[in-house]
């Protein structure tokens, strides 16, 4: 085939800024900063990779769930009999079936009941398990286990869960946080004060306040939850997963199994996305359980209508924001007020908590404060992680106080954030000072400058084309009551575990000839869920070790943790470790090289040395021995772990603390057309820029930019798990009414990438995942007020609330 | 109950089999072929999109004793069908012989040769996870058959019934459009 | 559960006709999803796929006779300049993949509200051809509707095929869903002119139990291009008699607030589709418009 000549758009072009110089290893090719291909992409194009629910075992069973139909109910009494008595069924275990004295998991506080005991808490918690042989044998097993229910009244919202005679989701709490939550129903709380905000508030001239309401969001993943457990001969189980962090499900799983971690060994399955998702445990358990139990491999996949009772969602959440300003635009003092919904299980609400909190004033520079953040305990779905994690709520919140602000004022939305923007040297309401660049006004100056898409793209000469209008293909309008609107958007994202966690990772790094080649094997137990980290470990270990073979070990429990694929943390934690490592490694190669040929040459004990292209080199490039001759038959092996720099707790009552280590930051301009009739939307464009510190792979970086933008949209417009308010129910579990943006949904997106070092980080990167999930979904919400005139305090927005048919 | 028909063409026999199974469930687990995706098994996000008797139809939709002697092509087949194409127009081998760079791969099996758009999805960096990405080659794959020089609208409505929930369907247009260029450069 | 393969029409009759809770599957877009998620387990599949008589059309002098598993993508790709209505409600179908499967057998066997194709039934004028072994019939299809998801099949019909008025003017189809493709109708709206008759026809889909046709909205808009004169002197229709047509339009919906949408923005957006379609057959009646069809 001839060389294509066809080239990307890409509008923004090449990454700018000032990234971090790179010597050793820059001149082998398919190191850093190169858009090197995924090393997993073959299989993927020819359906080869295994995703977990591709797994397959000689003589396997599948394994069943049966959920509660009901969101707060006593468990009168549980019948398996019948079930039990069916051909093709195996095992019917319920929690008396449990085998150890540890019946719950959970993240950070283990209230999450394996199978119900006594009651359950929310619509679809698991009550029994059935392994059977075929799928339909284990549905119709479940559904001849008889569970009599008897109702208690639903806690749905802050009202319900703090009246006075509130009946408890959990009674005799003892977390960690019981002890300061101003109610047992509340699962964390954050204050935080700093300056005086009611005093520095007589220095504004305007003031607006806004409620804001955001709706429940799905991860969505394609790849359903699933899996595939093993029993081994030694009593132990091997586990088959798709997750995000391999290592802290075997701390939740082994306990409950009764078994020590080593004989629970976990290998990671393809992973069909996670965004937050598989964070906590979903089917692990009950799939080992089963194993366990019958002796035979146990098979177990949600179905789509499963996966959305199977994980935690994105917190639904209430702001309650002031913010004042001076007539010249400075931004006086906020206050607000947080409450996210975390449901039935506390999963990850904690954390939540302390990124809404922390991240409430978003990327500005406010010294008077008053803030509050709480989790509520409900009988709603739980929620915990999603892309983002606590300050997207917040960022659409104060996204439309700016706006306000600035329309308050007179001014330009984007020159009043500028104005307002935080910069490097910037104390954090935390009192925390942003210690590496935050080019926050520069951001919204690329965004602004981008050229704006032409207006009335849908005439044509053959008359409209309704793909390029609102309502699309449901011919909706020719052109009628379409207008246009702009909006924009900022938003702050922290990176990597924050408060004090031990966030660290584990890398193992071999370097070793084979086939007269010197070739690198890096393991770690990163999970990939399609971001792309397995490119960028190959692209470390090239650039550090010189060589272009290298080979990615399967990621398993084999070598020590590689923390969570999350908070936009694995490049820069487990990528850090793979460098670390790779440095390591490099160090006694050359120490081998010295103790070989030191003696015929000066230079191994005068020059700088480095690995390029497969050889020793000095640092003015003279080529001192071949990789192939240092090595010969030994092989080097570091396994390490590495830290970015200790955070800090965040002040109980004051939320005063180093709490962060790095923060991300991105700025969209959202381009909508609005059928002001129909209240339809089409977004035509999402331009993003964002400081990635240094693309490790340009490609991938945008992929990842892209990627976020568009799960931002979604919440802007479409997406939301719908809660019967009464019940507790949720009403639009599957891809038919939880409607994810198809490819006729979805605008151009432009990307502007900025590299500014972070001298701190590995290669001065900047974890880059989440940010662009933040400004994405104010953005478009901005445009749609821009073009509506609507105050529009809810998202998603939907048709009725731009019509006023509610 | 059984069922015989032709997958990616060679013929297939699947023994008791439960009627309410899906082409699906018999694709993944009785024929060996998981590459066809069970994301939705609804009808709505098109990564169980495989080609029967020429048409792209969801396999979760299509109840396992419905395709008694019919023809399906899976990702599977996909680069010898395209290949097959390619030779039936006189532009044989066109498939062949692209080295993609991914070699370091974690995993060992020889590459087949890549139809086109296989090989431009993963140029394009179209490919994330993957998990939507079999249906939406088989979609693609399908859609610059009938129109070689696809409008961005037209990429847009024929993938329409494919989600992919990583990417933001940009490099997806990307891959699309590099596909279209080769194959026009090929001709 | 017992799948039910019949070579031909007369076997699958038969076998409806002994074991008449048989579910029939064609496309499979409904059925399978019923399955697929434990919802029903029918004793009986009646696969209807290996009659090839079923995805036959015939375009007749006055109608066309269009197989019941005929899929929306041919309708789209063949009907269009004889049923664009219904060309237009086909494209609207799902996806792509779906289209594929599907055909309008489908949506008539399972009688959603929000089945695409009913409002263009509707507004076309059409008879469902059904058959058992005691006989065939053809159902009027306002008549053929009977309840949410009821329909005017007895217990041991197929439907074999669907007979449709030729479009003899304008016809339009509009569908309002939150998303952009492969959305579920919030509500919908098919509007066709017959200038041979002189009349008008609706249909309104997802804003009723059953899919409705708007007639009193129809019979004034009847007499109003009638008192004006308009069907013979072209003019442009008044914007009073648009919106008490869309109001119109609006009251005969009876429709439910539920989780694609609320009662009022059922009502508001039926109106404003009625408009807008009006508004475009009538100008293309007129002959005056450039293509304002959309893409089918």
Redesign the interface.
């Known amino acids: ?2 060389s ?3 080239e ?2 890409q509008a923004g072009g090449a990454p700018t800024g000032t990234p971090t110089k790179i010597t050793q290893g820059s001149q082998t090719k ?1 190191g850093i900063g190169e ?17 977990s ?2 797994m ?1 075992h000689e003589d396997m069973l599948w394994g069943q769930i049966l959920r509660s139909t009901v969101a707060h109910a006593e468990i009168v009494s549980i019948d398996t009999s019948e079930a039990l008595a069916m051909p093709g069924v195996y095992a019917v275990m319920t929690y008396d079936d449990l085998p150890t004295e540890v019946k719950n998991y959970g993240l950070e506080i283990q209230d999450t009941p394996v199978l119900a005991h006594g009651k359950v808490r929310h619509h679809g918690e698991p009550v029994a398990i059935v392994a059977a042989d ?1 799928p ?1 044998t284990a ?1 119709r097993a479940a ?1 001849k286990i008889h569970v009599e229910y008897r109702d208690l009244p639903v806690i749905t919202d802050e009202a319900s869960a703090t009246a006075p005679d509130a009946i408890l989701v959990h009674e005799g709490r003892d977390d960690h946080h019981a002890g300061h939550v101003p109610h047992p129903n509340i699962v964390h709380r954050q204050p935080i004060v700093r300056g005086n905000a009611d005093e520095a508030a007589r220095k504004a001239d305007v003031i607006v306040r806004g409620e804001y309401t955001f709706g429940m969001q799905d ?6 939850e699933s899996g595939l457990a093993v029993p081994e001969e030694d009593g132990g189980v091997h586990l088959y997963i798709a997750t995000q962090w391999l290592h802290s499900d075997l701390r939740q799983i082994a306990p409950v199994l009764g078994l020590p971690e080593k004989k629970v060994r976990m290998t990671l399955a ?6 937050g998702g598989r964070e906590d445990l979903s089917m692990q358990i009950h799939a080992c359980l089963l194993a366990l139990r019958t002796g035979k491999p146990v098979k177990i ?1 949600y ?3 499963e996966s959305f009772f199977g994980h935690v969602h994105r917190h639904p959440a209430k702001l309650y924001y002031e913010h004042g300003a001076t007539k010249d635009g400075k931004i006086t003092h906020m206050k607000c007020r947080i409450v996210l919904d975390g449901g039935a299980y506390a999963s990850a609400s904690p954390a939540v908590v302390g990124n809404a909190s922390s991240l409430s004033v978003g990327p500005y520079v406010i010294d008077d404060v008053d803030i509050e953040a709480i989790a509520l305990y409900t009988n709603n779905p739980p929620c915990g992680a999603m892309r983002g994690f606590g300050a997207v709520q917040a960022c659409f919140a104060y996204e439309a106080q700016m706006d306000k602000l600035a329309a308050k004022l007179g001014m330009d939305p984007v020159e009043f954030r500028q104005l307002n923007a935080m910069e490097q040297g910037t104390i954090m309401p935390t009192g925390q000072p942003v210690d590496s660049p935050a080019p926050v006004a520069e951001l919204l100056r690329r965004v602004k400058a981008m050229p704006l898409p032409p207006e009335r793209q849908w005439e044509s000469s ?7 209008l ?9 052109g ?2 379409v207008v246009r609107g702009i909006g924009y958007a900022v938003g702050i994202k922290n990176v990597g575990f924050s408060e004090g966690f031990d966030d660290y990772s584990t890398a193992k790094v071999r370097m070793e000839v084979v086939g007269g080649e010197p070739v690198a094997t890096v393991h770690t137990a990163m999970a990939e ?4 980290g ?1 490119t960028v470990h ?1 692209q470390i270990a090239r650039t550090e070790l010189g060589v272009t ?6 990621a398993d429990t084999q070598v020590g943790s590689a923390g969570s694929t999350s908070a936009s943390r694995q490049t820069y934690v487990t990528g850090g470790a793979v460098k670390n490592a790779c440095e390591l490694v490099r160090e006694r190669v050359l120490e081998i090289g010295r103790r070989k040929f030191g003696s015929y040459h000066p230079a191994w004990a005068t020059a700088e040395l480095l690995l390029e292209g497969g050889k020793v080199v000095t640092d003015g490039g003279e080529v001192l021995a071949d990789l192939v001759d240092v090595l010969e038959n030994e092989s080097v092996e570091v396994e390490e772990e590495w830290r970015h720099r200790p955070t800090e707790a965040f002040d109980l009552r004051t939320g005063q603390g180093n709490g962060h280590v790095q923060y991300s930051f991105a700025a969209h301009r959202a381009v909508v057309e609005v059928d002001t ?4 939307v ?1 977004v035509i464009e999402l331009a993003c820029a964002q400081d990635v510190g240094k693309a490790l792979n340009p ?2 970086v ?2 990842q ?7 931002g949209m979604g919440i802007a ?2 997406e939301e798990i ?1 809660v019967d308010p009464k019940t507790a129910k949720v ?2 579990p ?4 939880y ?8 605008p ?2 432009p990307v502007d990438v900025l590299e500014l070092a972070d001298e701190h980080a590995p290669y001065g990167l900047r974890g880059i995942g989440e940010a662009p999930t933040l400004s994405s979904t104010p953005a478009v919400l901005a445009a749609i007020r821009n073009a509506t005139g609507l105050e529009l305090n809810r998202t998603p927005v ?3 609330h731009l ?1 006023g ?2 | 109950m059984r069922v015989n028909f032709t997958v990616n063409g060679r013929p297939q026999e699947a023994d008791d089999v439960w009627e309410g199974e899906s082409l699906l469930y018999v694709l993944r687990e009785r024929l060996g072929l998981p590459g066809s995706k069970n994301a939705c098994e609804q009808g709505e996000c098109g990564s169980c999109t495989v080609r029967l008797d020429g048409v792209p139809v969801c396999s979760c939709l299509v109840a396992a004793g419905q395709v008694e002697g019919r023809e399906v092509v899976t990702v599977e087949g996909l680069a010898d069908f395209a290949k097959q194409r390619s030779c039936g127009t006189g532009a044989c081998g066109t498939a062949e012989g692209q080295d993609s760079q991914t070699g370091e791969g974690t995993g060992s099996s020889p590459r087949a040769a890549l139809s086109p758009i296989q090989q431009a999805f993963i140029d394009a960096g179209a490919v994330q996870c993957g998990f939507c990405t079999p249906g939406l080659l088989v979609a693609a794959d399908e859609m610059l058959e009938r129109n070689p020089n696809p409008s961005d609208a037209d990429i847009r409505e024929a993938l329409s019934g494919n989600l992919c929930r990583c990417t933001g369907y940009e490099k997806i247009m990307d891959a699309v459009r590099l596909a279209a260029a080769r194959q026009g450069e090929a001709v | 559960m017992d799948f039910l393969r019949p070579a031909s029409w007369e076997e699958a009759l038969a076998a409806k006709a002994e074991h008449p809770t048989a579910v029939p599957i064609a496309g499979g877009t409904d059925v399978m999803v019923e399955i697929n998620f434990d919802h029903r387990r029918p004793e009986y599949l009646l696969d209807l796929n290996r009659i090839g008589d079923l995805y036959e059309w015939e375009v007749g002098e006055e109608s066309v006779r269009l197989g019941a598993s005929v899929p929306y993508t041919q309708i789209m790709e063949n009907l269009r300049a004889e049923l664009p209505g219904l060309a237009l409600a086909s494209h609207t179908v799902a996806s792509p993949q779906i289209r594929n499967r599907g055909g309008v057998g489908g949506n008539l066997g399972t009688a959603s509200p929000a089945g695409d194709a009913h409002p263009a039934l509707l507004a076309a004028g059409a008879e469902v051809e059904v058959e058992s072994v005691r006989g065939s019939r053809r159902i009027p299809i306002d008549e053929f509707y009977t309840g949410v998801k009821r329909n005017a099949l007895a217990p041991d019909e197929l439907i074999r095929a669907v007979h449709i008025d030729k479009a003899d003017g304008p016809q339009q189809f509009s569908k309002v869903g939150t998303r952009n493709a492969m959305v579920i109708a919030v509500c919908a709206f098919g509007l066709a002119l017959h200038p041979g008759t002189r009349t008008v026809r609706t249909g309104i889909g997802s804003a009723a139990p059953t899919p409705v046709r708007a007639k009193a909205a129809e019979e004034f808009l009847n007499a109003a291009l009638e008192e004006g004169g308009f069907w013979d002197n072209g003019e442009i229709i008044t914007p009073s008699v648009a919106k008490q047509f869309a109001d119109l339009c609006s009251a005969a919906c009876n429709p439910i607030d539920d989780v694609r949408g609320t009662a009022s923005y059922r009502r508001h957006a039926v109106g404003i589709m009625a408009r807008r379609t009006l508004t475009w057959t009538w100008e293309s009646y007129r002959g005056t418009a450039a293509h304002t069809e959309g893409v089918a």
């Open positions: 085939m001839p294509p000549t066809f990307f758009a398919g858009s090197t291909l995924r090393p997993d992409g073959t299989l993927k194009v020819t359906g080869e990779f295994a995703y629910s591709d397959w075929h339909e549905r559904a991860q969505a993943f394609l790849g359903p393809g992973v069909g996305g996670a965004f996949v179905n789509r209508f053959e008359g409209a084309d309704v793909r390029q609102p309502g699309g293909l449901s011919n909706t309008t020719h009628e009551g869920v399609g971001q792309g397995v190959a073979q290298v080979t990615i070990h399967p009739e129909l209240g339809l089409k490609l991938s945008l992929g930019i892209q990627g976020g933008t568009l799960q417009v479409m719908v009403r639009n599957s891809f038919t009414d409607l994810l943006p198809t490819i006729l949904d979805t151009i997106i939907r048709p009725e019509t048919q509610a």
